[in-house]
């Protein structure tokens, strides 16, 4: 079942702890930000369907379980994959993002 789409692996650090970069390093392209934990089948489907479109975005992760993303935590828990694009709120749970990243080019 395919419901999000693109990435690449890279370390990063921000204001969000410790983030996996997923994608290409280029500042211009837009950042989409996927708050996830381990495990998390439904945000492992959503790297994979990302794939094709990681020229789009940089996809970045955030570890809500981490101590240093708490609020991250108690704010989206129950609700994860959660998507922010830019720093805002993009979407949550199975929404389909395939229109979403089309709309970055």
């Known amino acids: ?26 500042t211009a392209l837009p950042v989409l930000t996927l708050f996830s934990k ?10 994979e ?5 990681k020229d789009r975005f940089i996809l970045q992760e955030v570890d809500i379980t ?3 993303n708490s609020t991250w935590y108690e704010r989206y828990r129950f609700d994860i994959p959660v ?6 709120f993009l979407m949550m749970h199975r929404q389909s993002l395939v229109g979403r990243i089309l709309l970055l080019s």
């Open 1 to 26: 079942m395919l419901w999000f789409q693109g990435n690449s692996l890279q370390i990063a650090k921000s204001s969000f702890g410790p983030l996996r970069n997923l994608s290409a390093s280029n």
């Open 38 to 47: 381990d495990p998390c089948p439904l945000c492992d489907e959503a790297r």
């Open 49 to 53: 369907v990302l794939e094709p479109y």
């Open 66 to 68: 981490l101590p240093e």
């Open 83 to 88: 998507f922010h694009l830019n720093g805002q």
